[in-house]
C-alpha cells in the first residue's frame, strides 16, 4: 500500500473497512479469498457498522470522518506531544508511520510534489496540506483551519 493510502485507511478507516484506492494509490486486495463488491459472503451491515472486513465503502454510511476528532484521540493517548494539524512528521508519527526523510520523499513523489525535496521545510508543509486535502477528498470531515 502507499503511503497516502496508509494515512488515509489510518484515520478514516481505522477498522480496516476502507479502501486505499479511494485515495487514488492502487493497491492489492487485503485478503487474497475477498469475494467482490458485488459478492453475496459479506452481510450488507458490515459496511455501516464500521465493524472491520474488507467490504466498507470509501465513507462510511453515517457520513464523513471527523478527522480532528479521530487525530485528537490518537493523540490524547500517545505518550509523546505530537503537533499533527501543522507537521507533516508528527502526523505520521501519530499514525505510526515511517516520518523519516526518505518516507517523506516518497509521499511527496506519490502526491506528484514538484519543489526540491531537499527543502524539507517547504516540502513538509506542502505535504501536510496535500495530505488534509486528501483526507477531505476520501470523506473526511477536516477542521476550517486546516484547509487552504
Known amino acids: 500500500m502507499s503511503l497516502i493510502g496508509s494515512i488515509v485507511s489510518k484515520i478514516l478507516h481505522p477498522f480496516g473497512g476502507g479502501s486505499a484506492e479511494a485515495a487514488g ?3 492489492a486486495p487485503a485478503g487474497g479469498s ?5 459478492g453475496s459472503s459479506a452481510p450488507a451491515s458490515t459496511a455501516t457498522t464500521g465493524g472491520g472486513g474488507g467490504g466498507g465503502a470509501a465513507a462510511p454510511a453515517g457520513g464523513p470522518v471527523d ?3 479521530v487525530l485528537n484521540d490518537l493523540a490524547s493517548k500517545n505518550s509523546q506531544k505530537l503537533n499533527w494539524r501543522t507537521s507533516i512528521v508528527d502526523l505520521m508519527k501519530l499514525l505510526d508511520l515511517d516520518s523519516s526523510l526518505h518516507a517523506r520523499q516518497q509521499l511527496a513523489d506519490e502526491l506528484h510534489y514538484s519543489g526540491d525535496k531537499n527543502d524539507s521545510a517547504s516540502m513538509n508543509i506542502w505535504l501536510h496540506k496535500q495530505v488534509i486535502k486528501k483526507l477531505e477528498e476520501n470523506g473526511g470531515k477536516v477542521p476550517a483551519d486546516l484547509k487552504d
Open 25 to 27: 494509490a492502487p493497491s
Open 67 to 69: 478527522v480532528e476528532a
Open 34 to 38: 475477498s469475494a467482490p463488491a458485488s
